[in-house]
């Protein structure tokens, strides 16, 4: 093993990792309820470098490669288990209060001081030749298939938050949390390859070490980012649980004799009230309030003298698209009208009058749609 190499990886982890974690934990916050759940997930987040930083410090200054390498790798399996649960815990907490209950918090940390418990009985009572051949192998292969599970369980949480988004955001609001996903990937990446890494020859062991670095940059980057638009998601996701507690608490089941379809009272509207709500939208449509931006779905309902629940299942059901997909097919159409009628116009100046967030943005969904750019559907129309 190249020692100083080894050595000086660690240290600039490390120095990392305690500059990282110091800042998750002890950094300043504006004072805001809103910012609760931001809060804790910064606190996990800082706990897991630590944690990671606490391994770190045990392989810098006691060099357990070198005196017992299998029983430093046992440790890092250890140490891994608890940091995925954790990194996947902070992650959750950012896209919905009731993803992280105690009682789940409780049974991972239950299930992180079984698997170290399994490990240190394995240590002491497994004959050496198994210990060095077989049982690491085994442990990490159960840290990987965990792993897999915490990001899958990640994975599910983002996409349920992005359906929140497309049902309350004109916008695509979802592009504030996609790091999220790009960040699981490489976790799951990271975390999978440590597992791998931590069998390679001592004279490689520093490349898992410094592969490591930009993985903490990009997170705590990441997460100083987040900051600046959270008050923007947490609206969306604070709505919906908050409709979601309501609707558990309220809740009238009724059979419909016809089909035996249960059918909730919170969804139910009388055929009047349906009426009433088509045409207050399409009065809304006429009036080209779609072309107003940072639109939301309260503010439809608002509008409509009607509430979220009504406006979202009424868009859903007579269009078949979420709230996002409707406002932007309103907005494609209006576009496409200006175009007919004007088709001299810049593409540039036609998105800003459809309020499209951004001229690329505007073509690349015309695109998506039509199968032709703005300005090769302008040519089409016209000749």
Not at 189 to 208: A, K, M, N
Not at 334 to 344: F, G, T, V
Request: hydrophobic share 45%; with cysteine; glycine share 4%.
């Amino acid at each position: 093993m190249e020692l100083e190499i080894y050595h000086y990886s660690l240290c600039v982890s490390l120095t990392l990792l305690l500059f990282f974690s110091f800042r998750f934990l002890f950094g300043k916050l504006p004072d805001k309820q809103i910012f609760r759940q931001y809060r804790i997930s910064r606190m996990l987040m800082g706990i897991a470098l630590l944690d990671l930083a606490a391994n770190y410090s045990v392989h810098l200054f006691l060099t357990p490669r070198l005196a017992a390498p299998i029983n430093a790798i046992l440790m890092n399996l250890c140490t891994y288990w608890l940091a995925v649960w954790l990194f996947g815990s902070a992650l959750m907490m950012l896209l919905g209060k009731r993803y992280v209950t105690r009682k789940r918090f409780i049974r991972h940390i239950a299930g992180w001081m079984a698997y170290c418990i399994v490990v240190l009985i394995l240590w002491c009572y497994v004959p050496s030749s198994l210990l060095y051949s077989i049982v690491p192998i085994l442990l990490a292969v159960a840290f990987c298939v965990y792993a897999v599970g915490v990001a899958h369980k990640v994975f599910a949480t983002f996409r349920k938050a992005t359906c929140k988004f497309d049902n309350y955001y004109s916008d695509d609001a979802a592009v504030y949390i996609r790091w999220m996903s790009v960040f699981t990937y490489w976790a799951i990446v990271f975390g999978v390859g440590q597992g791998i890494f931590t069998f390679v020859p001592d004279r490689y062991v520093y490349l898992w070490i410094i592969s490591a670095i930009p993985f903490y940059i990009y997170l705590y980057v990441s997460y100083a980012n987040y900051l600046l638009m959270y008050e923007h998601v947490a609206d969306a996701i604070n709505t919906y649980e908050d409709k979601e507690e309501y609707d558990i608490e309220n809740v009238v089941e009724n059979r419909d004799r016809d089909n035996g379809q249960t059918i909730s009272s919170t969804t139910r509207i009388s055929k009047q009230q349906e009426e009433m709500l088509k045409s207050n939208i399409q009065k809304w449509i006429d009036d080209k309030e779609f072309t107003k931006g940072g639109l939301t779905i309260e503010d439809i309902a608002r509008q409509t003298a009607s509430n979220r629940t009504y406006v979202s299942h009424f868009v859903n059901t007579h269009y078949g698209m979420s709230f996002r997909e409707w406002i932007n097919y309103l907005r494609l159409q209006y576009a496409k009208d200006i175009m007919l009628k004007s088709p001299d116009k810049s593409v540039a100046d036609i998105a800003l009058e459809s309020c499209y967030l951004s001229t690329s943005y505007f073509s690349r969904i015309f695109k998506e749609t039509e199968g032709l750019a703005p300005g090769r559907w302008i040519e089409e129309m016209c000749h």
